[in-house]
């Protein structure tokens, strides 16, 4: 795309920004302004973050980009439906985009100048961005192979506008900036997964990983008395850490820990290692198992019964092991699911699925992911590192 329309564009997006920052400030979002102004203050100890300082300005990008409310949408959201008719094509293609943008911490690998833009490499998903600033660039506090925290909202293929305020870190800090990175990735793993290729290596790690967790314990699914099943797992996770390079040993606290009062109460613990969802631990998984085995001690109120009614509804249990159950017991699974739901018509070839979407509409909202994430060579250099 040629220099001017790019500069057309950045433009544009900063005078739709500013347009989104007046409607984000309107009556109507008062109640929802303020408590997400409040958090943010309270998070940085700050009694009230003062308006037009970074600190207000990146809790409204925050507001206008990634906030939701109750159903669903968000302030762009709103924007194009009170606004869309009025605005062009090429307006509203921008807009969408921004309904996706890129949260990263960026190496600074050069800047340009003379087209106002700055060359980033985002620690996160491993990809390069060629970022436009609606200020000057040579007022961007880092110089070349600092990094920033930073927001990119996209604007033309290959394109992205800096989205709220730049926080620079110096190159010496490159130690705190990995630790910080590493964070992300365990806990905002959606962010690297931008990448397909890191995606697919995502995928690779985890068939490694349940090939090593079946030849640890025979198969990728067991069932254990409980305080055997978190003594097993632990050691599991020992050894894995002992083999690995990256590996973070522990060796005096647990990587699995649960109070005595939960152990009491389980029956049994199931670990499921499967291929999507990754690592499981299912309590009384051994009652679901009696249950597919024997349908008949599905009576009203018991404990297999109430099993299966909790793997149902749990929000932290995927549709997986259901899955399961029903491919190991073809025979017994459409007995199970009439008892225990009382539709005597219900079969799983049919109709199963369809439960689980029902029962579990959470799990369908988003694309899988891979529960392990790829770390950089690079970013494992700069984490063992020497702070300045």
């Known amino acids: 795309m040629a220099d001017d329309e790019i500069k057309r564009l950045i433009t544009r997006a900063g005078e739709l920004k500013a347009e989104l920052l007046s409607y984000a400030q309107t009556k109507r979002f008062d109640r929802y302004r303020e408590a997400e102004l409040r958090k943010a203050a309270e998070a940085r100890d700050d009694a009230k973050l003062e308006p037009g300082g970074d600190r207000w300005i990146t809790a409204m990008d925050d507001f206008i980009m990634t906030f939701r409310f109750p159903d669903g949408t968000g302030v762009i959201d709103r924007y194009l439906a009170a606004n869309g008719k009025n605005l062009r094509k090429s307006d509203r293609v921008l807009l969408d985009g921004w309904r ?131 003594d097993r797992l632990n050691d599991y996770y020992q050894s894995r850490a002992d083999e690995s390079e990256r590996g973070l040993k522990r060796e005096d606290e647990p990587f699995f820990r649960l109070s005595d009062e939960q152990l009491r109460l389980m029956n049994t613990i199931g670990i499921v290692y499967d291929e999507t969802d990754g690592m499981s631990l299912l309590p009384d998984f051994g009652i679901l198992k009696e249950l597919f085995a024997d349908p008949s001690q599905a009576t009203p109120g018991c ?44 079969t799983w070839e049919k109709q199963g699925e369809p439960l689980l979407r029902k029962r579990k509409p959470w799990y369908f909202k988003e694309d899988r992911l891979p529960k392990t994430t790829p770390t950089s060579d690079y970013l494992m250099e700069l984490l063992a590192g020497e702070d300045g």
């Open 303 to 346: 404990k297999h019964t109430e099993a299966l009614l909790t793997y149902l509804d749990s929000e932290s249990i995927y549709p997986g092991p259901l899955r399961r159950l029903a491919a190991a017991h073809p025979d017994t699974v459409d007995e199970v699911y009439r008892r225990v739901l009382k539709k005597p018509s219900f």
């Open 100 to 230: 996706d943008p890129v949260d990263g911490i960026f190496e600074l690998k050069s800047r340009d100048e003379s087209a106002n833009s700055l060359t980033l490499h985002n620690l996160i998903d491993e990809q390069d961005y060629q970022a436009y600033a609606t200020l000057n660039v040579s007022l961007v506090p880092a110089d070349d192979g600092d990094f920033v925290l930073a927001r990119l909202a996209p604007v033309a293929e290959g394109a992205w506008s800096v989205s709220g305020t730049l926080t620079p870190f110096p190159r010496e800090h490159a130690k705190v900036v990995a630790q910080l990175a590493l964070e992300w990735l365990t806990t905002r793993p959606k962010l690297a997964f931008r990448n397909p290729d890191k995606r697919e290596r995502g995928w690779e790690l985890m068939r490694q990983e349940r090939d090593s967790f079946a030849g640890f314990f025979g198969s990728d699914q067991v069932i254990l008395e409980p305080r055997e099943a978190l």
